[in-house]
Nanobody, 123 residues
Framework: QVQLAESGGGLVQAGGSLRLSCAASGRTFGAYVMGWFRQAPGKEREFVAA????????QYADSVKGRFTISRDIAKNMVFLQMNSPKPEDTAVYYC????????????????WGQGTQVTVSS
């Protein structure tokens, strides 16, 4: 059973930085794509970034391109989201997710989800 556990959320000032972590366990992830999504109050869950575990291809939402970076540590089975220059509109619960269907941006294409970690960006 795949398990994903996020950590690293908290309160950050606009223009600062924050790194989210996702610990993945339960299987070998070589064929998987790992994604980050977020959900703000009253809004639908939306795609943030994704990375192929093997090869490292990435994809980003336009709203975070150039500010956020997704990365992975294969040896530790961990995925990260480095958030630089966050804005108040980045405030949301951030979720780690996994899919074996290739680089995907749709929520419905991901099979496994973590519990989420709250990120609050103050102005």
């Amino acid at each position: 059973q795949v398990q994903l556990a996020e950590s690293g959320g908290g309160l950050v000032q606009a223009g600062g930085s924050l790194r989210l972590s996702c610990a993945a366990s339960g299987r070998t992830f070589g064929a998987y794509v790992m994604g980050w999504f977020r959900q703000a109050p009253g809004k639908e869950r939306e795609f943030v970034a994704a990375m192929a575990w093997s090869g490292g291809a990435t994809q980003y939402a336009d709203s975070v391109k150039g500010r956020f970076t997704i990365s992975r540590d294969i040896a530790k089975n961990m995925v990260f989201l480095q958030m630089n220059s966050p804005k108040p509109e980045d405030t949301a619960v951030y979720y780690c997710a996994a899919t074996y269907r290739g680089l995907q941006v749709a929520v419905g294409m991901y099979d496994y989800w973590g519990q989420g970690t709250q990120v609050t960006v103050s102005s």
